[in-house]
């Protein structure tokens, strides 16, 4: 299974992103999303991708789920992550299904490749689960 993208430059540094579904812009300078932020968004939408399929297959229900995630980054260079911090909020789950649904978050969260890239780089890894 291959992932591609086109990523281009001029002589600046923004840039356009594309892939065969989307294009989006790329930026240091806040004229499009920037690196960080693209991984990080690649990150949760991993993860949720991997939360609902379980959450199908347990036959769980919800209406929404929103992802805040924070990346701490070490000093030196290079500068990876060393502490990923993820509050996720859960709408319009059945309060007795919490424990299920926490069980399976907890289940992405090991099952999401991109989610155990960042761990092997031995990353803190922190998540908070509320339900509203």
């Known amino acids: ?65 929103e992802y805040q995630v924070v990346a701490h980054k070490r000093e030196e260079v290079p500068t990876i992550i060393n502490k990923l911090v993820t509050e996720i909020t859960i709408y319009g789950a059945n309060p007795d299904k919490h424990k299920q649904i926490s069980k399976s978050m907890a289940q992405a969260e090991k099952y999401c490749s991109i989610s155990d890239t960042i761990n092997r780089l031995g990353a803190e890894m922190i998540y908070h689960i509320e339900y509203k």
């Open 1 to 65: 299974m291959a992932n591609e993208i086109k990523l281009t430059f001029g002589d600046s540094t923004e840039g356009l992103l594309e892939s065969k579904n989307y294009e989006t812009k790329v930026s240091y300078s806040g004229q499009g999303m920037a690196p960080y932020e693209l991984f990080l968004g690649g990150y949760a939408s991993c993860l949720h991708a991997t939360f609902m399929g379980i959450m199908r297959k347990r036959k769980l229900e919800y209406s929404k789920v």
